[in-house]
């Protein structure tokens, strides 16, 4: 970008402005910190970046134009003047009833598509009325029993016309089926139906714990999801590969996009093994990421996502689709950044993360509640998060040209190193057999901690101010705070409408399907088929996936039983 002679001057003309600008006043006044990085054990931060910091930087090779290789500065020609991000608000809670309202109020309000949070219990493969179910039901985002579940939350909803994202992962199989048979009742082509399931369970391993089997048969799970979605849903996107529970476990940003991709290697390979074609379900790849603080080490966190996720799938599986290099992601801001102290700071902290991703180029966003560091949110936070993001696309600016930050000394600067960081984090990954063993062995958990338990010895030390916490504290007693309650009595309506919909259905059926769900499980058929004829007869969550774990065992963390 500059020449050899150019940049000597840059560099001799930093060392002066150093020594005779910087150093006195540093000497006189000193600084706020002895050194500066852009989160724990993340990039150190220079005091000032030059034409010298990026002197390696290829533009064709490295940047690029949007819409083509490497994809660094967006993988749309037109970023977000053709078509804005799709603005998505993570709902669901209580009964199916209430969350089909919420629904309606979201759309209503100028939401683009929906994002369905499961209770617990859904998560973990439990009908509402298990034991392990008891006091959970609702609580964390909606329970899902039945198809009648299903049905009731998508009322009035026409599937060929919203775009649904499923934060669901052992059991996504089932909610997936399920979401195919509405969208069957409804008469909607299966090529019309349009969204994400998570469906991340190496993720789950590593970060969040909502696991049911053992790692071999949730690849095969995956795995079926691919193929069957290729042939039959093929604008469904089969997986979000999250990054983002990793980040909330405590990683760094640089660990965040190292272990995300590694996951994506891992679930390629088994795809490939599986005798997949790569150019086939590669496009279906989605990837979730997490909106953190840091806006410049966000920004070039997402960047370097796009470029190594190009290269890898080039370089490692011979890809030749420009869709399977492409990196397409979805970002939710940072739960685990959000404070139960001085809940208004919150909206500033979303607001800041949200333009962290939009100018790191995110293809569909999710702004947290200021409240739910209590509870789920209520109406009118939901409403505020919504309307942050409305804001960002319509009156800031940013949404109005693409990849805005590019050219900047330290963004490209950071976003190199970020990218080299994350690549030595790989190597090392590789060395130790790949994301699977990785996993299995322990050795990517204890990463994540150890970087976890630094930030919180800085927070405790004082030595990182957070607003309202360690910093600018407040008495808030006696302050109320209208939080969103489920109540006893919204689980018992659960209860009572899981009874009845086993009390409607043909038994027979039923079982016979469940049946055959078994005897896919026992060979090697795709299980998909089979799972949403389960669903049709009205099968449960719970009945379904208690198949599974009669078959393929549960996981314990270090084992199966």
């Known amino acids: 970008m500059f020449d050899p002679d150019d940049l000597e001057s840059i560099r001799e003309g930093r060392a002066e402005w150093r020594e005779e600008t910087v150093e006195p006043v540093v000497d006189r006044f000193g600084e706020r910190k002895e050194t500066f990085t852009t989160d724990t ?30 994809y660094t500065r967006g993988v749309y020609s037109t970023g977000y003047r053709g078509r804005l991000w799709t603005m998505r608000q993570y709902a669901g809670f209580s009964t199916p ?130 193929d069957f979605c290729a042939e039959e849903t093929p604008n469904f996107n089969t997986i979000s590969i999250s990054g983002y529970h990793i980040r909330e476990a405590g990683s760094t940003a640089a660990q965040e996009l190292a272990f995300t991709l590694g996951n994506g290697i891992e679930y390629v390979e088994a795809a490939v093994d599986a005798g997949l074609d790569v150019d086939e379900f590669a496009p279906q790849l989605s990837f979730f990421f997490n909106g953190h603080n840091n806006i410049f080490e966000e920004v070039a966190k997402f960047r370097a996502a796009r470029r190594m996720w190009h290269d890898i799938m080039e370089e490692r599986f011979d890809a030749e689709n420009p869709k399977s290099k492409q990196l397409k992601f979805h970002t939710q801001t940072a739960g685990s950044m959000l404070t139960a102290q001085q809940i208004e700071n919150n909206v500033v902290r979303v607001a800041y993360q949200a333009l962290a991703a939009v100018l790191g180029g995110t293809q569909s966003l ?133 009874e009845d919909a086993r009390a409607k259905r043909d038994a027979e059926e039923a079982a016979a399907t469940l049946e055959a769900v078994r005897r896919a499980a026992r060979g090697d058929d795709n299980l998909m088929p089979y799972i949403i004829d389960a669903v049709k007869a009205h099968a449960t969550v719970g009945e379904i996936c208690n198949v599974l774990r009669e078959e393929f065992g549960e996981y314990q963390g270090g084992g199966t039983v």
């Open 41 to 70: 054990n993340g990039q150190e931060v220079d005091r000032l970046y030059t034409p010298a910091d990026v002197a390696d930087l290829d533009y064709e090779e490295d940047l690029g134009y949007p819409g083509e290789p490497p």
């Open 97 to 226: 009833e209430d969350t089909n309202e919420r629904y309606h109020y979201l759309l209503d309000q100028g939401q683009t598509g929906l994002s369905m949070a499961f209770d617990l219990p859904t998560q973990m493969g439990y009908d509402s009325d298990a034991e392990m179910a008891a006091g959970e039901v609702g609580k964390a985002g909606v329970a899902i029993d039945s198809l009648d579940d299903m049905l009731t939350v998508f009322d009035g909803i026409p599937l060929d016309e919203v775009s649904t994202s499923m934060t669901i992962n052992a059991p996504a199989s089932v909610l997936l089926a399920m979401y195919i048979a509405v969208g069957d009742r409804q008469g909607v082509d299966r090529e019309q139906l349009r969204g994400t399931i998570q469906n991340d369970l190496l993720k789950e391993y590593i970060a969040r714990n909502t696991y049911i089997y053992p790692p071999e048969p949730s690849m095969r799970i995956i795995t079926d999801i691919f």
């Open 366 to 498: 999710h702004t947290n509640g200021k409240d739910e560091a209590l509870a789920l949110p209520t109406e009118e936070s939901v409403r505020t998060a919504l309307r942050t993001q409305q804001i960002l696309a319509h009156e800031s600016g940013a949404a109005d040209t693409i990849d805005p930050l590019a050219g900047s000394y330290y963004v490209e600067s950071l976003t190199d190193e970020v990218e080299a960081d994350a690549y030595d984090i790989l190597e090392e990954v590789d060395e130790r057999g790949g994301m699977l063993d990785a996993v299995e062995s322990r050795w990517v958990q204890r990463q994540i901690q150890d970087t976890a338990f630094d930030r919180q010895q800085e927070i405790e030390s004082g030595e990182r101010v957070i607003v309202g916490v360690n910093e600018f504290e407040t008495d808030e007693a006696g302050q109320e705070m209208d939080v969103q309650e489920v109540t006893a009595e919204d689980q018992r309506r659960q209860i009572e409408s899981l």
